[in-house]
């Protein structure tokens, strides 16, 4: 999925927001490092990276971070140019205000630690669903499990009393699907966490075309 241009926007957003803070200055090239923290299989971190090099930013390092194993490897082996590491959010093995900026991108976070790592004058990224991410599969796993209805209030607040909220950007579109595509949007979500086995079945009867992304970006500083 992170490969089929999923995440597209959102990667372009969020490489536009990192661009007011890294945009070069006449006459002074200064290094910039840039932390994925529960970064996946790697491929925002990777395709922000490059973006952030063709708009002029040559000095770069990209560092991803997971627990997962699998995770790290997979990203080590597919995209050469970041360095990966396993470690916990909690434990982040960095000195302080290491980094000039920092991705949280639908994954858990750890402040203490984004605020120790971040420099003075970074920017922290954090996304997260809106009420309209998936809602295609939202509507039928709701229909079966009564779910209650989906807020992301308590995570922007929480977000509010550790950084400053410099912008909200909420970025939403609707992607095209392919046969081949259904399987590994089931796998990817944790909505289809706990499925039964008719609730798979269903999945695949709906002959979804397209899947709407809503997701929030939340850039912040300390």
């Not at 200055?25 to 971190?45: K, Q, V």
């Amino acid at each position: 999925m992170c490969n089929s241009g999923f995440f597209d926007p959102l990667n372009e957003a969020m490489t536009n927001h990192l661009m007011e803070f890294m945009k070069p200055l006449p006459g002074r090239t200064i290094h910039h490092y840039l932390l994925d923290a529960g970064c996946g299989e790697g491929s925002h971190l990777s395709h922000i990276q490059k973006m952030l090099t063709r708009r002029g930013i040559s000095e770069l390092t990209g560092v991803g971070m997971d627990v997962s194993k699998e995770g790290i490897a997979a990203a080590s082996k597919t995209y050469p140019h970041p360095l990966w590491c396993v470690a916990d959010l909690a434990h982040c093995p960095f000195a302080n205000q290491q980094f000039d900026g920092i991705l949280n991108i639908l994954s858990p976070s750890n402040y203490a630690e984004f605020t120790r790592v971040l420099s003075e004058e970074g920017c922290i990224l954090k996304v997260i669903p809106e009420q309209c991410y998936l809602k295609e599969l939202r509507y039928l796993y709701k229909q079966n499990k009564n779910m209650p209805a989906y807020s992301n209030d308590n995570t922007v607040s929480r977000f509010k009393e550790h950084f400053k909220l410099l912008n909200a950007e909420r970025v939403t579109y609707r992607f095209a699907l392919n046969a081949d595509l259904i399987e590994p949007l089931i796998h990817m979500t944790p909505l289809s966490w706990g499925a039964t086995e008719a609730d798979w079945h269903r999945v695949k009867e709906m002959n979804l075309t397209h899947i709407t992304i809503d997701l929030l970006i939340l850039c912040g500083k300390k």
